[in-house]
């Protein structure tokens, strides 16, 4: 059976990333616009089984884009979900065909269930099995990222990358990961837009988000650097990547037998 479709429609570009990968993850296909009206030209080329729109966004927001809906009745068939991280603006949907109302921030364990309700299937149909813990891996170095993600893979961890902090906090916020590692980097290095020490700041004063397990790996170059920043406790040190391997294998209770 053919896996589900799904129009995300949201111009919160990092919030639509980390959505879009767990979507797909899931099982699903994910196709994204930035606007209602950019969203009502995907609905005709994508076709989608599910449409999720955001309330607030430029050009068309998500209620202009309802009226447009509502008066093409070709369109009924597909459900409508309606996000928005403002309660009140419920008000102005109850008189539109929409399948649900959900208010941001999203749990998305409890998301993924509203969905897979709305399109009559299983939560995990069509995707991998649930796993029993999750990662957040915010990495620039994509050699040693894929050799991390490989290896708490291989022990059934369900794992999810972003490359720069806002991406990695919206992740944090929508993915509910158990814990986040974190490459050390400093945004007046060239080469990525992550700034290790504005999300670790980020996370911490969000009371929900400061619960999760965070940890910073660190090659012995700029360690110096980071000491200054982080606690030892809460560095990851290492010179190639089979030694982060084997430190990450000790700070998870990970062994290999």
């Keep these: 059976m053919l896996s589900k479709k799904i129009l995300l429609i949201d111009d919160d570009a990092d919030l639509v990333a980390a959505l879009k990968a767990r979507l797909i993850a899931t099982g699903y296909q994910v196709a994204t616009a930035g606007d209602g009206k950019e969203g009502f030209s995907q609905v005709i080329i994508f076709d989608p089984d599910l449409i999720i ?14 009226e447009k809906y509502r008066d093409n009745k070709s369109l ?12 009140g603006v419920r008000d102005f949907f109850s008189d539109m065909p929409i399948k ?19 399109l009559g299937v299983s939560v995990a149909a069509g995707g991998p099995p649930a ?6 891996l915010v990495g ?12 708490f ?16 906090y919206a992740s944090a916020q929508s993915f509910a990961p158990d814990a986040i590692l974190c490459q050390y980097w400093n945004p007046a290095w060239e080469g990525s837009e992550l700034n290790t020490k504005a999300l670790a700041q980020r996370l911490a004063q969000d009371h929900a988000l ?11 170059g700029p360690l110096l650097e980071a000491m200054q ?11 190639e990547s089979g030694d982060l391997l084997k430190e990450l294998e000790k700070r998870f209770g990970i062994y290999h037998r």
């Design 53 to 66: 729109l955001d309330s607030l966004m430029p050009v068309m927001n998500g209620l202009q884009f309802m």
């Design 153 to 168: 893979k291989a022990e059934k961890w369900e794992v999810l990358e972003a490359k720069n902090d806002a991406e990695a």
């Design 131 to 136: 796993a029993t813990k999750r990662l957040l």
């Design 210 to 220: 400061s619960r999760i397990h965070f940890e910073v790996y660190c090659t012995h």
């Design 140 to 151: 620039v170095d994509k050699f040693v990222a894929h050799k991390v993600s490989e290896f």
């Design 100 to 118: 649900d109302f959900i208010v941001k921030p999203l749990n998305m364990d409890t998301f993924l269930g509203q969905i897979a309700k709305a």
């Design 76 to 87: 009924h068939k597909i459900p409508v979900i309606v996000i928005s991280a403002r309660a």
């Design 229 to 239: 920043l982080f606690p030892e406790s809460q560095l990851i040190k290492y010179n």
